[in-house]
Each structure stands twice: as structure tokens, then as C-alpha cells.
């Protein structure tokens, strides 16, 4: 959690402000604590808010004179109350969009959330004179704002998608609007949202690295690609030199999403090229014609080099087992993934040739794992035979010793 | 033959027998010429003088790919090579002194940092030791 440091209080200090505050006592804090629901509910938040770590308090938003203890003195001629909803933006951006005010605080702090939100269509529909549109405490709370930075906050980017979804997920608040509310549903089942929920990995896109935070605003279709191409360059680069480009642009289908979907994007696999349901290839090409012909194949081939891919990893695992050493092959095998992986990225671009000889080479390559997979596996069997006949041979022994020991018995008897 | 000379020959036979068949695989069990992939904390990755400046080699470090780097600046850095994303082999980008992932255009910098792409996180890095004629790379844990 960000701490001021000595620059920022210094600030603090020459400004008077919030020193006054603090050096005087807070009877804001006092008196609302005393109050119910969200009178009181703010002065509860504010001792986790950001604004009072950083030596801000009551007044430095609200105005008044938090060092008298009578209310009406207290409420005086600087009292702004509370901001009606349609102010919050320049409420908020007083301070935010100013960069000399925020240098003291958090010079690396970007100023332009206020400018951002008038261009998103939140802002657009605020300005149009829409209350209920998101503003500042929608997504950051009003007294117990965070930094993004800490994983409790509302932005933090676990808790992002439910922080959107109380409005984007509330039917009825989008049916007013005419919006679909099944998003933050969808989200959740894709490969996007296990990477960031599951895996706990931060840098996984939640809403706002495709629709923007501040400057929120639907992708148009022909932007969608470039959203993408954020985290996923090798796809679009492909993909525009690919001849589904043109084709795409001339019925209007965005780039990505027209295969992969928008917000439930499922891990691709091979299910999604081919002529077989399930194919995205089939939502545009005709059964019989030269491009369904082409998917099937390229379905096809991908599959088999898979399918290889696996049996060779099954082969040493199973080698492994059974206590063979198998660290050479899995190092080449590792080549054949790699091949793999990028043969299927490979699809983007759909110049056929080149996925060809790609999984030629990794064929290749794969075909010295198998055999290593399969001199392994013959090591197994050949350490397994060695222990049959090293038991039989022990038998024989027993045996042999019995018959010794007997005849020895014999000899002794008869002697 | 006689009884007692056949049980002899039975019995020795049988003897060496059991002594070869038991030693020969203790022996395969014993003398394994190669350390197991899962316990090896170190592996010698080069020659000393074997990588020019600027340049690298992808080596085998357990049974996965690791790469070590000798930068424009003489400095040895030897990290996985393993890209955090679908675990392509990574390789050295002279040019830019990066490590490139070509399967879907990761990048990542000498420290293992992801620079671009989708590589959630950052390369593992390892320690890198002179030792002779001998450079040695250590898991660092």
C-alpha cells in the first residue's frame, strides 16, 4: 500500500489544508460516527480511504470546518456537502486533472481520468443528462477509495469484472438501456477469466483492458483486432496478411471476434478449424467448397501432429515409470511442442504451405522422440524380463540348495 | 552322471546364474550415467570462450530448455527458456538484446522480465558460475 512520503506530507504541510485538519482533530469523523446508515457508514470507510493515508480529510472535499465541534460553525461558508451525482466527475477532477495538486501526492499519477470519462460513453450519456450512468464512486467507492493497486480495492483487477458487472449485470438497469446483461456470465467461462480468477494472473484482461477504464467505450468492430493485438501481436499480424482480411472487412466481421467470440473467449483448440460442427470455418464457407475442403485438411493435419505429440509424451511418461531416464527426449520433445504451438498460431495466417512445412519439421522432430519414446519403453520391458529370469534363477537356487542340503543330510545318515 | 555330481553342476550353475542376473541390472540401477531431470540443481553449459559476445546457447538443464546468454558487455545470464505463456522455447534476439518466444511474439528482457505479448509472467532466472574452463548454471533455490 502506497505510505506519503516525506515530499507529499511536506507538500501537505505548506499547503495548511490537511495539516489544519489533523493537527485539530476531525469533528466530521467525530459527529458522523455518531450517526446511522450511510452517514455514518462514510466516516466508517474513510479510515481505509487513500485520500486519509495520504493526510487529506473531510474538508479537503467537502469544505467545512472539521475543528469546531459545532455544527453550524462547522458547516460554514467553504461547506460544499456533498456533491449531487452529475457533479462527481469535476468533483473528483478538481483535484485528479490537476497536475500541479497531484505532483504532490503521486507525480507518476496520470491527470486525465477526468478527460477520458467525458469521452466514454458513460461521460457522453452524463453530459446528455443521464444520472444513472457510472461516474468516480460507481467503480472506486466514495470514502473508502483504494489504490488499484490493492487487492480489496474495487479496481483491483480480480475485482474489476464484478465491480462493472453491478450495472452491466443488473438486467434491468441494461434493458433500459437496450444492452445485453449476460457479459460479466460470459466472462466468467472464458480462458481470460481463469487465467486472472484461477491462475491469479494480474496481467489476464479483465473489462477494462479492452473497453478502456476511464474512457470506457464498446470496441467497434474494426478496432476489436487491435484491442487484441495488445497481448496477442503473432495472431494479427498474421491474420492481415491473411486473405480472410479483406474478406473480413467487406462483411463488416470483427477480425477476432468473429471465430473467437467477444467476452466468452474459449482456449482455442482444433475444434474451432474444420468443416465438422462446432468449426468456426463453417459460419462462413459453404459445405463442398474449396475453403471447407481446406479447413478439413488443416483440421486434419493439425490433429495428427497432435495427436503424435501426445502419444510420444504418453510413451515417456510411461518409460519414466518405470524408472527409465528419459530427460534427452522430453528435451526434443519440448522442440515439438513448440512447433506445434506455433504451426496452430500459424492458422492465422492461412498460407497453408507454411503450416505444411511446419509440421513436416515437427514430424521430423517427433519422430526421433517416438523412437527414443520406444527404445525406452524396450529398456522397461528388458529390466522387467532381467527381474522373471532373476527370479527363476533364485528358484533354481532354493531348489538346488534344498537338494544340497538334503543330499548332505543323506551322506551324514549313511555315514 | 552321477546324483551328487549333477546336484554340483545344478547347484553352481545355478549360483552364477542368480549372481549375474541380480547384478547385471543392480549394476543398470547402481551406475545411471545420467543425473534424473527432476533433482538436477546444476549443469555445466558451455565452455568458457565457447559464446562470443552477444550471442546465446539453449541447453539442456534437467530435461527442459535453458539458455545462456553472453551479452554485448561480456556479462553471462542464464534464465529458463521456457516461455510463460504455452511454454515454447525461447531464443536470443542479437539485435535487440531480448529473448523472443516465436510461437505467439513474447518478449522478454535479460532479467526475465516480460517486455511485450502475452507471457504472463517472467522468465525464471538462474546463477551462472565460472568455474575453470567451465561455465556452471545453478537453480537459485
Not at chain 1, 493485438?229 to 491473411?242: D, I, N, V, Y
Not at chain 1, 511418461?317 to 527409465?324: F, S, W, Y
Amino acid at each position: 500500500m502506497k505510505r506519503p512520503t516525506f515530499a507529499s506530507l511536506f507538500v501537505i504541510g505548506f499547503l495548511g489544508l490537511p495539516a489544519a485538519g489533523l493537527a485539530q482533530g476531525n469533528s466530521c469523523l467525530d459527529c458522523h460516527k455518531e450517526l446511522d446508515g450511510a452517514l455514518q457508514a462514510a466516516a466508517v470507510a474513510f479510515a481505509q480511504d487513500v485520500h486519509g493515508q495520504f493526510g487529506l480529510s473531510c474538508r479537503d472535499c467537502h469544505g467545512g470546518n472539521p475543528a469546531t465541534d459545532d455544527v453550524d460553525k462547522a458547516k460554514d461558508k467553504s461547506f460544499k456537502g456533498a456533491p449531487k451525482r452529475e457533479r462527481i466527475p469535476e468533483f473528483c477532477g478538481g483535484c485528479h486533472a490537476d497536475a500541479a495538486k497531484m505532483r504532490g501526492f503521486n507525480p507518476s499519477l496520470r491527470v486525465d481520468q477526468l478527460d477520458q470519462y467525458w469521452t466514454s460513453r458513460h461521460g457522453q450519456r452524463l453530459k446528455a443528462g443521464d444520472a444513472k450512468v457510472a461516474v468516480c464512486t460507481d467503480c472506486h467507492g466514495a470514502h473508502g477509495v483504494q489504490t488499484a493497486r490493492f487487492p480489496k480495492s474495487m479496481t483491483f483487477p480480480w475485482n474489476i469484472p464484478q465491480t462493472c458487472g453491478r450495472c452491466h449485470a443488473d438486467k434491468a438497469l441494461m434493458a433500459s438501456y437496450l444492452l445485453p446483461a449476460g457479459q460479466l456470465e460470459d466472462y466468467r467461462a472464458s480462458v481470460h477469466a481463469r487465467a486472472l480468477f484461477d491462475k491469479k494472473d494480474l496481467s489476464a484482461p479483465a473489462c477494462n483492458d479492452c473497453h478502456g477504464n476511464h474512457g470506457a467505450y464498446p470496441p467497434e468492430v474494426g478496432s476489436v483486432s487491435g484491442v487484441c493485438r495488445q497481448c496477442h501481436p503473432s495472431a494479427g499480424e498474421l491474420f492481415a496478411k491473411s486473405p480472410h482480411k479483406k474478406a473480413f472487412v467487406e462483411i463488416e466481421a470483427g477480425e477476432c471476434g468473429a471465430c473467437h467470440g467477444n467476452h466468452k473467449i474459449e482456449a482455442p483448440t482444433n475444434a474451432l478449424i474444420g468443416s465438422t460442427a462446432g468449426s468456426a470455418c463453417i459460419q462462413c464457407h459453404e459445405a463442398g467448397s474449396k475453403a471447407w475442403t481446406t479447413a478439413a485438411e488443416l483440421r486434419s493435419l493439425l490433429e495428427e501432429f497432435e495427436s503424435g505429440t501426445a502419444s510420444a509424451e504418453v510413451a515417456l511418461d510411461a518409460a519414466d515409470r518405470k524408472g527409465v531416464e528419459v530427460s534427452e527426449a522430453r528435451f526434443k520433445l519440448q522442440d515439438v511442442h513448440t512447433i506445434l504451438v506455433s504451426a496452430k498460431n500459424l492458422t492465422h495466417g492461412l498460407d497453408l504451405a507454411e503450416i505444411r512445412k511446419a509440421i513436416v519439421d515437427g514430424e521430423n522432430a517427433l519422430a526421433e522422440v517416438e523412437a527414443a519414446g520406444q527404445k525406452a519403453l524396450a529398456e522397461a520391458r528388458f529390466r522387467r524380463r532381467g527381474l522373471v529370469v532373476a527370479t527363476i534363477c533364485l528358484a533354481l537356487l532354493a531348489a538346488a540348495l534344498a537338494l544340497k542340503i538334503r543330499r548332505l543330510k543323506e551322506k551324514r545318515m549313511a555315514s | 552322471m552321477r546324483r551328487r555330481s549333477f546336484i554340483d553342476v545344478f547347484f553352481g550353475g545355478s549360483l552364477l546364474a542368480t549372481a549375474a542376473a541380480f547384478l547385471y541390472p543392480v549394476l543398470r540401477y547402481i551406475l545411471p550415467t545420467k543425473a534424473l531431470a527432476s533433482s538436477q540443481k546444476s549443469v555445466t553449459a558451455a565452455k568458457v570462450g565457447e559464446l562470443p559476445p552477444n550471442a546465446a546457447k539453449i541447453f539442456k538443464f534437467g530435461a527442459k530448455p535453458a539458455v545462456l546468454v553472453n551479452t554485448a558487455e561480456g556479462r553471462l545470464i542464464a534464465l529458463a527458456a521456457t516461455c510463460t505463456h504455452l511454454t515454447c522455447t525461447v531464443r536470443y534476439e542479437a539485435d535487440s538484446g531480448t529473448l523472443f518466444c516465436p510461437c505467439h511474439n513474447g518478449r522478454f528482457d535479460l532479467s526475465g522480465a516480460v517486455l511485450s505479448g502475452p507471457p504472463p509472467a517472467p522468465l525464471e532466472t538462474y546463477g551462472v558460475l565460472v568455474a575453470g574452463e567451465e561455465i556452471v548454471v545453478a537453480r537459485k533455490s
